[in-house]
T-cell receptor, first 109, second 112 residues
């Protein structure tokens, strides 16, 4: 798996966009960028994943730089329920996911 | 969407006994399932990869004789913690590979 680096924590205001960065400078060409989040004492929840192109779904947008060395997860309108630990993972398709320390995101009213 | 059911959600057992945790993919078939362990304020650590019909592959440092994994069908994998001790107390989470990776809700094991 590619090594990823995320800030340990960040705060954001309710209703505002939350931009979560992730560095993955050693990612291989066949490795996807996955984002999961874990709300306290629950299993991780899938958010989004991408290979090269930017992706958007009902939860978030994923912006991947052209050189694929970093990416940003965007939660367009953060709510209090988005408070969680967010994990950025680089992994090939059909391969195991290895979790780093993640970013603890706290959404404040 | 894909759903993984994990049972029990919480269990307390006495030291020296064994505990079985079940992980079921409810609406898809999963040839591969993964078992993780998470200690308080730490990230998830992969323990083993469970393959239907074959032996599990354990990560370095995980005792295969202590953490028995059985993946007898395409929808069920079980993790048995044998001769549990207080240091085995942790949050155990399974994941199934089907349409992407879907995680169970986790099992909180407390060994007293």
């Amino acid at each position: 798996d590619a090594k990823t680096t995320q800030p340990p924590s960040m705060d954001c205001a309710e209703g505002r966009a939350a931009n979560l960065p992730c560095n993955h400078s050693t990612i291989s060409g066949n490795e996807y960028v996955y984002w999961y989040r874990q709300i306290h004492s629950q299993g991780p929840q899938y958010i989004i994943h991408g290979l090269k192109n930017n992706e958007t779904n009902e939860m978030a947008s994923l912006i991947i730089t052209e050189d694929r060395k970093s990416s940003t997860l965007i939660l367009p309108h953060a709510t209090l329920r988005d408070t969680a630990v967010y994990y950025c993972i680089g992994a090939a398709n059909d391969y195991k996911l290895s979790f780093g320390a993640g970013t603890t995101v706290t959404v404040r009213a | 969407g894909a759903v993984v059911s994990q049972h029990p959600s919480r269990v307390i057992c006495k030291s020296g006994t064994s505990v079985k945790i079940e992980c079921r993919s409810l609406d898809f078939q999963a040839t591969t399932m993964f078992w993780y362990r998470q200690f308080p304020k730490q990230s998830l650590m992969l323990m083993a990869t469970s393959n239907e019909g074959s032996k599990a592959t354990y990560e370095q440092g995980v005792e295969k004789d202590k953490f028995l994994i059985n993946h007898a069908s395409l929808t069920l994998s079980t993790l048995t913690v044998t001769s549990a001790h207080p240091e085995d107390s942790s949050f155990y989470i399974c994941s199934a590979e089907g349409n992407g990776y879907t995680f169970g809700s986790g099992t909180r094991l407390t060994v007293v």
